[in-house]
């Protein structure tokens, strides 16, 4: 089978690596991939966000499964257009995408469905906005209501901070993004994500996993797209994972269904935990990145079998092999990020990292330049390790960053510390 991913992070590459773990997975093309996914697939030059030339690229080199790695596309509509021309795609349709890329859609998704989130009103002109946050008063969250690389919500803890946030969107700080917000009540609790596959109405979940959002150690610091992670989470319990199931998702995935715009492909469920009751904080409709990384490792060369049944509406004949293990993840950033930073600086120490299913550095920003390999983005790398215990896998990511080589990146040295904590294992 020949299959294309779409996509070039950290995230691609892990999803690249479990394919490749799979003897069915024949020819494996990445687009636009980077240097750490070119030693191990073909790496194209496509505009992933042009559904027709993609369609074009995946009928002349023959592909038969194509997964789409990021959200942008399928908010473009990709998924749709490959669907259209009978090519088995892992991505929801645009009108399905919508659960990420509209965040007033999401609210009035589970306000249909009765699925418990935060209270909140959507509002499309600032006065309005600001009257509602003076009613309510702070802590509140104020949301763009479209996709702002995830810059896009700010948790205010002062009624002031809130005030100012509306006239920053509205003033178009996040651009189109930023013409509608919404505006939600503070939840506190426990954060967790929860990954699972939806083939329409099948749900197959496929792990849960924690992140940390945080530049520095301690949580400290400015949000990023997310500095490390681990799989599973503790929190998500049995029972939790049951409440989720059956409050959350299974009621949103009927809703969809009956609007006529059904889910296909991964849904990221994005939940706060407290007193062991799951509420919703957002949907992603891709996996998470690094979150990916995590789960790519526990589940290996089956992710093939799951992702090809979900785009082919065979969910239901599936089941997921889980083994006892855990993985954890920790991100190396260029120095600098979130903010500005420098490109072009040369990564070593790469080459004589062991590559397992027990210790893998995925790359999310390289480059090859001069035989070498430099950084090209904000997130370069993340190093991956897999083991029985979250102590061992833990050990295992951190003996990895700890070889490379790479005088500006940094990296946080406290992933996994709460379930560490409280874990003897
Ligand atoms: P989102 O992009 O919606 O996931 O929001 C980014 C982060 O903001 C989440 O991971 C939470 O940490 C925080 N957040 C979002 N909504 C809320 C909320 N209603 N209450 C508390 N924290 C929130
Ligand atoms: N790590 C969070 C995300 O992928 O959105």
């Given at each position: 089978?020949?299959?294309?991913?779409?996509?070039?992070?950290?995230?691609?590459?892990?999803?690249?690596?479990?394919?490749?773990?799979?003897?069915?997975?024949?020819?494996?093309?990445?687009?636009?991939?980077?240097?750490?996914?070119?030693?191990?697939?073909?790496?194209?030059?496509?505009?992933?966000?042009?559904?027709?030339?993609?369609?074009?690229?995946?009928?002349?080199?023959?592909?038969?499964?194509?997964?789409?790695?990021?959200?942008?596309?399928?908010?473009?509509?990709?998924?749709?257009?490959?669907?259209d021309a009978g090519i088995d795609v892992f991505g929801p349709s645009a009108a399905a995408a919508r659960l990420e890329t509209s965040k007033s859609f999401t609210k009035a998704i589970c306000d249909a469905a009765g699925a418990p989130t935060a209270a909140y009103g959507h509002f499309t002109h600032a006065d309005d906005a600001k009257d509602y946050i003076r009613t309510q008063g702070a802590p509140i969250v104020v949301k763009?209501?479209?996709?702002?690389?995830?810059?896009?919500?700010?948790?205010?803890?002062?009624?002031?901070?809130?005030?100012?946030?509306?006239?920053?969107?509205?003033?178009?700080?996040?651009?189109?993004?930023?013409?509608?917000?919404?505006?939600?009540?503070?939840?506190?609790?426990?954060?967790?994500?929860?990954?699972?596959?939806?083939?329409?109405?099948?749900?197959?979940?496929?792990?849960?996993?924690?992140?940390?959002?945080?530049?520095?150690?301690?949580?400290?610091?400015?949000?990023?797209?997310?500095?490390?992670?681990?799989?599973?989470?503790?929190?998500?319990?049995?029972?939790?994972?049951?409440?989720?199931?059956?409050?959350?998702?299974?009621?949103?995935?009927?809703?969809?269904?009956?609007?006529?715009?059904?889910?296909?492909?991964?849904?990221?469920?994005?939940?706060?935990?407290?007193?062991?009751?799951?509420?919703?904080?957002?949907?992603?409709?891709?996996?998470?990145?690094?979150?990916?990384?995590?789960?790519?490792?526990?589940?290996?060369?089956?992710?093939?079998?799951?992702?090809?049944?979900?785009?082919?509406?065979?969910?239901?004949?599936?089941?997921?092999?889980?083994?006892?293990?855990?993985?954890?993840?920790?991100?190396?950033?260029?120095?600098?990020?979130?903010?500005?930073?420098?490109?072009?600086?040369?990564?070593?120490?790469?080459?004589?990292?062991p590559d397992d299913s027990f210790n893998m550095v995925f790359h999310a920003g390289t480059d090859r330049a001069d035989g070498r390999f430099v950084a090209t983005g904000g997130r370069v790398l993340t190093a991956t390790g897999r083991g029985p215990t979250l102590a061992e896998a833990h050990a295992r990511a951190y003996a990895l960053a700890d070889k490379i080589d790479w005088p500006q990146g940094f990296f946080r040295s406290?992933?996994?510390?709460?379930?560490?904590?409280?874990?003897?294992?």
């Open positions: 089978m020949n299959i294309l991913i779409l996509g070039g992070g950290g995230r691609e590459h892990a999803l690249a690596w479990a394919m490749l773990q799979n003897p069915k997975c024949d020819r494996l093309i990445v687009a636009p991939g980077n240097a750490g996914i070119a030693l191990i697939a073909d790496c194209a030059n496509l505009d992933i966000m042009n559904g027709e030339a993609v369609v074009q690229f995946a009928s002349d080199e023959a592909i038969d499964f194509v997964i789409v790695g990021p959200e942008a596309p399928l908010g473009a509509g990709v998924a749709d257009d490959l669907r763009a209501d479209g996709l702002a690389a995830g810059k896009g919500v700010i948790v205010a803890m002062t009624e002031d901070e809130a005030l100012a946030a509306v006239d920053d969107m509205f003033a178009g700080s996040f651009g189109d993004a930023g013409a509608e917000v919404v505006i939600e009540e503070f939840m506190t609790g426990e954060e967790a994500s929860f990954f699972v596959l939806v083939d329409g109405q099948t749900v197959l979940p496929v792990g849960t996993a924690q992140d940390h959002k945080r530049a520095f150690d301690g949580d400290k610091g400015p949000n990023t797209g997310g500095m490390g992670a681990y799989s599973p989470a503790p929190v998500m319990t049995d029972a939790v994972t049951q409440k989720a199931l059956d409050q959350i998702v299974r009621p949103t995935m009927a809703e969809m269904v009956r609007r006529g715009t059904p889910f296909h492909g991964v849904l990221f469920v994005g939940l706060m935990i407290e007193d062991g009751q799951p509420r919703l904080v957002e949907y992603n409709v891709r996996f998470g990145d690094p979150e990916c990384q995590c789960l790519m490792m526990r589940l290996g060369g089956q992710v093939l079998d799951l992702t090809l049944a979900c785009a082919q509406g065979r969910l239901s004949e599936m089941t997921v092999n889980w083994a006892a293990d855990h993985a954890l993840t920790v991100v190396l950033a260029t120095e600098g990020y979130p903010g500005a930073y420098e490109k072009g600086s040369v990564i070593g120490g790469l080459e004589d990292l406290d992933i996994g510390f709460r379930a560490l904590s409280t874990q003897k294992t």
